[in-house]
């Protein structure tokens, strides 16, 4: 764990430079609150691993047991990745960046903050798992009804998506990530095509039409993927969750979890 | 199903490397020899009743006619979109003739779809689209606001039919109609069991429309193009209607106190849309809303589930299409001469334009359910085995079909017959691809009183 923990503070002292780079100060703003955010989350989790060296006598990452610990691992890890109720961070930091910067944020970052959690899935617990993943995936959906600033937007959806694979995680691992490398080219692709057409706000993806009409036909189908359309890519992450969710006999969540998909494709359709 | 589906991809090809003068034409030409094709499809000769098969897809009865309907279409909404598109460069108009071949292709699949699941995404599929058709290519400011209608009331209830089919992925083991229209009924008793069978029906009750969730109707219709409109009226609807059909074998014996409030709505649904048509000053939206009055007699008639009620339910949904296609069609044609579907603006259209005048009056004579034409015996089916199932829905259907003769009716005089206003003298004659459209519409419809076993399905 010490390492695990070593490697996570290094991954947040790198990429703070990377955002400070900007020397706007929205971008500073930016900046401290996600370091206070991942400086928290890292301490939790080297007091977390602690008390379970104190009381088991493990330092293996995958032997951890203590129930007491297991849930502050699971909550730090999910404050690190900006699950709900951890997830107010996220749309202000991820605003004040620009679009490259907010691109590594929301992909790499959440690269090892996963592997973390993966590896300890067999030892949470089930309900605070499913509570994550559920209010994650409303409050990503209501959160983004009312943005405008297209940072702002992504991170919602950001939100969203995690919900879907932190609720899968007890059932099918596998499943949590392939939903994160969907998401992961997804995002990608999303980020990518508004630095090209440097827009941020939704009034302005609007006149991209006349400019780039292929990359504006692009963004309108890789949206629709991350509002989980058949027959697009995006849909077969949820398809399979739902499938796995209700093989558990658990429909009311799958229920609750396909209709919030619905609140997210509202917002990604305007 | 390959022979179909393989050209219909390949149009795609076709639209975007044949040169600018010829793109009409030779996708016309094609979606025509591919509708002809599929006419091969409604020999019947296998004796599980699923014929041509492949590993995920299969013709029956029941979907064979549904399949020929879209197929034929095809051809039909590229004449009918010749003419309003004409103005924008060529690339849009490849692009919108390839949104209407993928659209095709998804309906093909989901209506020769074995398995549920890929009826489902297909199901879903076919509102991309649409969907785009709409917003894009619609005609009013109030096109974005019917889109969002349009995807939302779908998706919010096919969204848990996508719960509810994995769920019964999960008892049954499997999703194929082969294999489930021969296993043991269930048994269902439970509350729970009860959310499944409607979120089971609710997708196709929002989609066909049911009277209280048809609100997306009017917007769409209204908003559409034309190919749009003549899509959706023809085709999207009876997926609605298709898909219940194939659920509700699953979903006996709790269909039959279930279904009591859906026949309900779907009976008063008829008498109160005729006659919101009967005060309808738009005329796109008059036929609209006499989609949803004939939808509702096929919902109450899919959800008797008797023989003659299905049997009737698919001739009225193939008499339907072909005819409010037709419809929209000849709306289409006021509103390419006047840029208005006000009722008023095109009156008296009799002396200017006589032949179409024909069109105008064998489409509405079919609309009302005029006997022999398929629409009567459609009609006739589901309102006997309604009424051997109650005899108080008399009461509705009887006053439904007066207020449909009615509303046709009315139809026809406020565009044909009085006084014709001295702003639409300079009206364009009509032509020839506009007389080729109906045509192509309504002989179909005149032929199928010649031999309706053709659309009888699985019944007799």
Request: glycine content about 6%.
């Amino acid at each position: 764990w010490f390492l695990a923990w070593m490697g996570l503070e290094i991954n947040t002292m790198a990429i703070i430079p990377l955002m400070a780079q900007q020397h706007h100060p929205r971008a500073t703003e930016a900046t401290t609150k996600y370091f206070l955010t991942q400086a928290t989350a890292a301490a939790m989790i080297l007091f977390a691993s602690t008390m379970n060296a104190w009381t088991m006598g493990d330092w293996n990452i995958n032997q951890i047991s203590h129930p007491l610990a297991t849930t502050t691992v699971t909550l730090a890890l999910a404050l690190k990745i900006g699950l709900a109720p951890m997830h107010f961070w996220l749309p202000e930091v991820l605003q004040g960046l620009n679009l490259t910067t907010g691109l590594v944020l929301s992909t790499w970052q959440k690269l090892a903050p996963f592997a973390l959690i993966l590896q300890i899935s067999q030892n949470t617990n089930p309900a605070l798992l499913t509570t994550l993943g559920v209010m994650s995936a409303l409050v990503g959906g209501w959160g983004g009804l009312n943005q405008t600033q297209l940072r702002k937007l992504l991170a919602y959806s950001s939100i969203a998506h995690l919900g879907w694979m932190i609720i899968i995680l007890q059932f099918m691992p596998a499943l949590t990530l392939l939903n994160l490398t969907i998401y992961i080219t997804m995002t990608s692709t999303m980020f990518l095509s508004l630095k090209i057409m440097a827009s941020t706000k939704i009034n302005s993806l609007a006149l991209a039409w006349p400019k780039t009409p292929t990359l504006t036909t692009l963004i309108m189908l890789s949206l629709l993927s991350l509002g989980g359309l058949p027959p697009l890519t995006g849909f077969m992450p949820k398809w399979l969750i739902l499938q796995e969710l209700a093989k558990q006999d658990l429909p009311i969540t799958a229920t609750i979890m396909a209709m919030s998909a619905l609140l997210s494709l509202f917002f990604y359709l305007r | 199903m390959l022979k179909i589906l393989i050209p219909t991809l390949m149009l795609i090809p076709t639209t975007w490397l044949t040169p600018k003068s010829w793109v009409w034409t030779t996708t016309t030409a094609q979606s025509l020899a591919i509708a002809l094709l599929s006419l091969t499809w409604l020999k019947w000769t296998s004796e599980t009743g699923w014929s041509t098969s492949g590993p995920y897809m299969a013709t029956d009865p029941l979907s064979t006619p549904l399949l020929v309907l879209t197929c034929w279409l095809l051809p039909l909404m590229i004449l009918a979109s010749q003419n309003h598109i004409s103005p924008e460069p060529i690339n849009r108009q490849r692009s919108y003739i390839t949104l209407l071949i993928l659209l095709q292709t998804f309906l093909i699949m989901a209506f020769g779809a074995t398995e549920i699941i890929m009826f489902y995404i297909m199901f879903e599929a076919t509102l991309i689209p649409t969907l785009i058709i709409i917003t894009r290519w619609g005609n009013q400011t109030e096109r974005l606001n019917a889109g969002t209608y349009f995807l939302f009331y779908t998706l919010a209830g096919s969204l848990p039919l996508l719960v509810a089919l994995l769920m019964t992925q999960k008892d049954m083991g499997t999703l194929s109609m082969l294999i489930i229209q021969h296993t043991k009924p269930t048994n269902l008793l439970s509350w729970g069991d009860k959310i499944w069978w409607v979120g089971c029906l609710l997708a196709f009750l929002v989609k066909m429309p049911l009277y209280g969730v048809h609100l997306w109707l009017p917007k769409a219709h209204v908003e559409a193009p034309i190919a749009g409109s003549m899509v959706l009226a023809a085709v999207l609807l009876k997926l609605g209607g298709y898909g219940m059909m194939r659920i509700t074998i699953m979903l006996d014996p709790l269909t039959k106190e279930l279904a009591y409030p859906f026949i309900i709505l779907a009976l008063w649904g008829i008498i109160m849309t005729g006659s919101i048509c009967l005060r309808q000053t738009d005329l796109k939206s008059l036929i609209a809303y006499s989609s949803v009055s004939h939808m509702g007699l096929v919902a109450g008639g899919i959800l008797i589930q008797t023989p003659w009620g299905f049997t009737g339910a698919i001739i009225l949904m193939i008499a339907h299409g072909l005819v409010s296609s037709a419809l929209f069609c000849l709306a289409n044609t006021n509103y390419e001469r006047t840029h208005s579907r006000t009722l008023l603006l095109t009156r008296g259209l009799q002396m200017i334009l006589p032949l179409m005048a024909t069109w105008w009056f064998i489409a509405n004579l079919a609309n009302l359910a005029l006997p022999p034409l398929p629409n009567l015996m459609g009609e006739l089916a589901i309102i006997t085995s309604l009424f051997s199932w109650s005899p108080w829905t008399i009461v509705s259907t009887g006053l439904g079909t007066l207020i449909t003769a009615g509303y046709s009716l009315y139809m026809f005089l406020m565009t044909q017959r009085g006084p014709t206003p001295l702003h639409t003298i300079s009206l364009h004659p009509s032509h020839t691809r506009e007389h080729l459209l109906m045509a192509m519409h309504l002989i179909p419809v005149l032929l199928l009183v010649l031999k309706p076993e053709l659309m009888w399905g699985v019944c007799h």
